[in-house]
């Protein structure tokens, strides 16, 4: 299985998921952490700057796509709409209140890790 974590560094976990960085990419195997790799975030719209921050219905199809060998996704912050459009792709979501990427791996496998829908980025109401 495979664990997206958003990050902009590779070891702690990004507190926006559409502007972050990269994504670690953590491979599990019977419970246990077996690799992990960094994948640039070149799929999100926030990441094109101004002109790529649309919130347009299919904004989102590039990121699903290329998250889409990964069962779970993990950031410490993320729009409602994204959450949803992901959990609607069979992708478990969580929105943690955890900074260190490789401990919430470790937690998601202990079924430790805790999800806060509600905690969401903050966007204005035309942007949800």
């Known amino acids: 299985?495979?664990?997206?974590?958003?990050s902009d560094d590779g070891k702690t976990i990004a507190s926006h998921f559409g502007r972050?960085?990269?994504?670690?990419?953590?491979?599990?195997?019977?419970?246990?952490?077996?690799?992990?790799?960094?994948?640039?975030?070149?799929?999100?719209?926030h990441v094109a700057?101004?002109?790529?921050?649309?919130?347009?219905?299919?904004?989102?199809?590039?990121?699903?796509?290329?998250l889409s060998d990964c069962q779970v996704v993990v950031a410490r912050g993320m729009g409602r709409r994204i959450y949803d459009d992901l959990a609607s792709a069979k992708i478990e979501v969580f929105v943690t209140n955890?900074?260190?990427?490789?401990?919430?791996?470790?937690?998601?496998?202990?079924?430790k890790l805790v999800d806060n829908p509600d905690q969401a980025c903050d966007h204005s109401p035309d942007e949800q």
């Open 1 to 6: 299985m495979k664990i997206a974590i958003a």
């Open 20 to 45: 972050t960085r990269g994504f670690v990419i953590v491979e599990a195997e019977d419970g246990k952490i077996t690799g992990s790799e960094y994948r640039p975030n070149t799929f999100t719209s």
């Open 49 to 66: 700057g101004p002109e790529g921050e649309s919130h347009a219905a299919n904004r989102h199809g590039p990121i699903l796509s290329a």
């Open 98 to 111: 955890e900074v260190e990427a490789e401990k919430a791996a470790e937690q998601y496998l202990l079924g």
